[in-house]
């Protein structure tokens, strides 16, 4: 398959989200400063960073290191007024990026601000990140305030179809509900336990691996027939591009939805750029 085929097929995908990954960030380490800590401020993974930088996942990172932050929005911003619980909103703000930088849940954010999911945000309003004096890092420790049970859940765009997936086929995870997505994007939705392993169903070569923005962790595999294998959502990638994966061999882990907050990961085939059945995919 040719590379314009191929980009064709991103390109696709990214439909979904109007845009491609962004560009990679370089980043100067601080001082207390730590992979994972780095990782929740640009809203990317410690693999991903690790994979970017050629560094053993759990290394240290010095003070004044340079790093390589892939697919990441624009460098970090600084919080504004969040020792006292509240935040100034900047341009290009959401809900979603605010609830990220903060550690938080964005349904926890809408409880704590008394809106909902069709809230909007204008620059320079103030908001409230947290239930009382906690910083950015305390937050991203996993402190949050329940929210109360009137509070309406994020919305899934997604539209699903009526139609019936067969868990007996040879899917990258076992015995898996399916469910149809349809729109700008054809593929499926498939259930997994937590952190449950993801495998190749066709053997082929990594073309892609990595962030992708919309989609998380993802890696697609081109088969010898043409067919591209995207599969996305996942919690962790286990290859790099250029691997050639056999059919079994496995990939990565189910990551958890972030609408229903269940285990699962999704799968697109695309066949000469288009996206076809993953049901009638060749597989092996």
Known sequence: MSCSILKRTILSVAAATASLAAADTTHIVQKGETLYSLSRTYGTTVEAICAANGIADGSAVQAGQKLTIPGTDSAPKTSKNANDGTYIVEKGDTWYGI???????????????GVDSTATLKAGQRITVSGGTTSPAVASAGTTTKP?????????????????GDPSLAWPVKSPSVTYVEGKISGVNLSAKKDESVTAIRAGTVMFSGTYRGFGNVVFIQSKTGHIYAYTGLGTVKVSKGDYCVFGAQIGTAGVDSYTAKPQM??????????IDPAKAPRG
């Open 99 to 113: 609830a990220r930088r903060f550690g938080t849940n964005v349904n926890d954010l809408y409880a704590l601000n």
């Open 266 to 275: 999704s799968l697109m085939v695309f066949q000469n750029g288009l996206p």
């Open 148 to 164: 109360p049970a009137d509070v309406p859940k994020i919305q899934d765009p997604r539209t699903y179809s009526d139609k019936k």
